[in-house]
C-alpha cells in the first residue's frame, strides 16, 4: 500500500471509507440546517507531499459522497502550496510569530479571510522528555495578534483529555523530537481545559480576551464547578499471572520465520493492530549470537522465561540487533527464547513518506543465530484486550501473589479497590513501578513509564470505576510494587524550557 497518494488501491479504500462515514454526517452541514460549516480535506499534507492531483481526488470524494460545505486545507505557513487544492480555502496552523505568519497566509491567497485552524495552545509530550508549556503570556499574546486581524482562530487543543489504550501514536523527523518518537499517554497539552476536565488558566484569559474584543455573547451561563477528585488509599496486590502462564492461554500461530503484526492470519484476516507480540522457539544451549534484522518497537528477550536483553525503541530504525546468548548449566540440550515486542504507536506525522508506508510492527525480516537463519517459530498475538485481561481479572485463585519483583515481571498483578460511595475521578500514581499499562475493570487506562517520563500518574475517569468491587490490573514488565497508589492531581513531570519555532 501507498498512503497518501493517487495509487489506485488507497484511493479505493478511501472511497470505500467515506462511503460508510460521511453518510452518518451528511445531513448535518449547514446547507441541511446543522452545525458543520466547513470540511478539511487533509490533516498538513503540505508538510508530506506536493501532489495536487491526489488533493483533488480526496475533494472530489468527499463531493461524491455528500459533502457540499466549503473545503479546506490547513497546513504550516511553510507548507502552504505544496499542500493545497484547486478550489479550496488555504488556512495556516502555528503558535508562534503569528504576525508574520497571518501575513504570510494573506500574501499567498490575498483578499481572502484569514484563519488560523490550529492555534497550538500548547505541545504534546514523547518519552524520555520534559513536559511541555507555553507561557500564559506568550499565548495570550499570540491570541491577541490573531484577533486584531480579524482572522478567525481555532484552538488545538481547547482539551488535550488522554489517549487511552494503545492509541497514543507517535511521531518520526519532528522539529524537536529527532527519529522514532511515540507519544505518552496524558495528552493534557497545557491547554485550556486540563486532562481531568478542570479549567486552566488559560482558559480564564481566553476567555477575558474574547470578552475584550466583543467576541462573547452576555447571556453566558455560570461557569461549572470542577470535578471532585479522589486521593485514595493504596490497595494490596492479591493476584499474579507470569508472562509464560499468560502466553500459554494466548492464541498461537505457527510460521517458519517471524511475521510482523499486520501480517498474521489472525483478526479475521487483518492481522494484529496494537499491543504486544511474542516469538518463541527451541535454540541450542550453547554460547551463540543472536540477530535481529529489524524489530519494531521496543523488544525484550528472554531465554528460558529470564530476561536477558533489551532493545530499545529509540534503536528501532536501526538493523542487525545483536545479543549474546550465554549457556545454561542445566542439562536440557536447548533453550527456550522468547522475545516479546511492544507495538509503542504507529507514526502519524512524518515528513519522509516512506515511513508511512513501512508501518510494520513486531519483528521484520529474520532472526539469525551464529548467522544461521532460525526457524519454525510459534507467534503469540498479546492484545491484551479484556477478554485476557479478565483471566486475571475474574479468578479466584489467589495463591500466586508475587513476591518479589524477580519472579512478577513480566505478568498481571491483580489488585481489589471497594468503593463504598460512588466514584470519583482519581489518579494511579505510577512512582516506583517499571513499564507497561494498566486496566480498570478492563478498561485499558494507558500506558506508564515513570522512570522514562515526564508524567508520573494516570488519569482515571470515575465511570471507569463503580460503587462496590473494582478490579484493577497492572501488565508490569521491568519492577512490580506491593501496592498500587493513588494521587489527586496528575503529576506531569518536570517541566521543559518554553520554546517556539
Known amino acids: 500500500m501507498v498512503v497518501r497518494t493517487t495509487y489506485p488501491p488507497f484511493m479505493a479504500a478511501v472511497d470505500r471509507f467515506f462511503g460508510k462515514l460521511l453518510p452518518l454526517v451528511a445531513d448535518l ?128 487543543v481547547f482539551h488535550g483529555g488522554t489517549t487511552f489504550g494503545f492509541m497514543n501514536g507517535a511521531n518520526s523527523e519532528l522539529f524537536n523530537s529527532p527519529g522514532y518518537a511515540p507519544t505518552i499517554t496524558s495528552y493534557d497539552y497545557d491547554c485550556l481545559v486540563n486532562e481531568d476536565g478542570s479549567l486552566s488558566e488559560k482558559w480564564h484569559k481566553t476567555r477575558d480576551l474574547l470578552d475584550s474584543f466583543g467576541l462573547l455573547p452576555t447571556n453566558l451561563p455560570g461557569l461549572p464547578e470542577n470535578i471532585p477528585i479522589a486521593k485514595y488509599e493504596p490497595i494490596a496486590a492479591n493476584g499474579f499471572i507470569a508472562l509464560e502462564d499468560l502466553l500459554k492461554k494466548t492464541a498461537s500461530l505457527k510460521a517458519s520465520v517471524p511475521l510482523s503484526m499486520e501480517m498474521l492470519n489472525y483478526n479475521q484476516g487483518y492481522g494484529q493492530a496494537y499491543g504486544f507480540i511474542a516469538y518463541e522457539t527451541e535454540i541450542p544451549n550453547s554460547a551463540s549470537v543472536l540477530c535481529i534484522e529489524e524489530m519494531h518497537d521496543r523488544a525484550i528477550i528472554f531465554v528460558n522465561d529470564q530476561e536477558k536483553s533489551v532493545i530499545e525503541y529509540t534503536k528501532s530504525t536501526q538493523k542487525n540487533h545483536e545479543v549474546q546468548i550465554a549457556p545454561s548449566n542445566s542439562p536440557e540440550k536447548t533453550l527456550r527464547l522468547t522475545i516479546l515486542v511492544e507495538n509503542m504507536g504507529r507514526v502519524n506525522f512524518v ?40 483471566q486475571l481479572s475474574d479468578s479466584d485463585n489467589s495463591s500466586t501473589i508475587c513476591s518479589s519483583s524477580r519472579v512478577c515481571v513480566p505478568g ?18 505510577m512512582e516506583g513501578w517499571g513499564r507497561g499499562a494498566v486496566f480498570a475493570n478492563g478498561f485499558n487506562v494507558g500506558r506508564y513509564w515513570p522512570s522514562a517520563g515526564p508524567q508520573k500518574t494516570l488519569y482515571v475517569p470515575a465511570p471507569l470505576l463503580r460503587k462496590g468491587a473494582n478490579t484493577i490490573v497492572v501488565f508490569e514488565l521491568h519492577s512490580v510494587q506491593a501496592q498500587l497508589r493513588f494521587a489527586g492531581e496528575a503529576v506531569l513531570g518536570e517541566i521543559a524550557e518554553p520554546w517556539g519555532h
Open 29 to 156: 452541514q449547514f446547507t441541511q440546517s446543522g452545525p458543520i460549516i466547513l470540511v478539511q480535506i487533509e490533516n498538513e499534507y503540505g508538510a508530506y507531499g506536493s501532489d495536487r492531483a491526489y488533493m483533488d481526488g480526496i475533494a472530489a470524494l468527499l463531493k461524491k459522497h455528500g459533502i457540499q460545505e466549503m473545503l479546506f486545507t490547513s497546513d504550516g505557513v511553510s507548507d502552504l502550496a505544496p499542500g493545497q487544492a484547486s478550489d479550496a480555502w488555504l488556512t495556516v496552523n502555528e503558535q508562534s510569530h503569528l504576525s508574520s505568519v497571518l501575513d504570510k497566509l494573506d500574501a499567498f491567497q490575498p483578499k481572502k479571510h484569514l484563519m488560523v485552524t490550529e492555534y497550538w495552545s500548547g505541545w504534546f509530550d514523547h518519552w524520555h522528555e520534559k513536559h511541555h508549556t507555553i507561557p500564559v503570556e506568550k499565548y495570550c499574546q499570540e491570541l491577541s495578534t490573531i484577533l486584531a486581524r480579524g482572522a478567525s482562530v481555532n484552538f488545538y
Open 351 to 390: 515528513r519522509n513518506p516512506k515511513t508511512l508506508d513501512t508501518q510494520r510492527k513486531g519483528i521484520i525480516g529474520t532472526i539469525s543465530l551464529n548467522g544461521e537463519p532460525v526457524i519454525d517459530w510459534t507467534i503469540r498475538p498479546l492484545e491484551l484486550l479484556d477478554s485476557q485481561v479478565r
Open 412 to 429: 498481571l498483578v491483580r489488585f481489589h479497590l471497594q468503593l463504598a460511595k460512588e466514584p470519583c475521578d482519581t489518579f494511579f500514581d
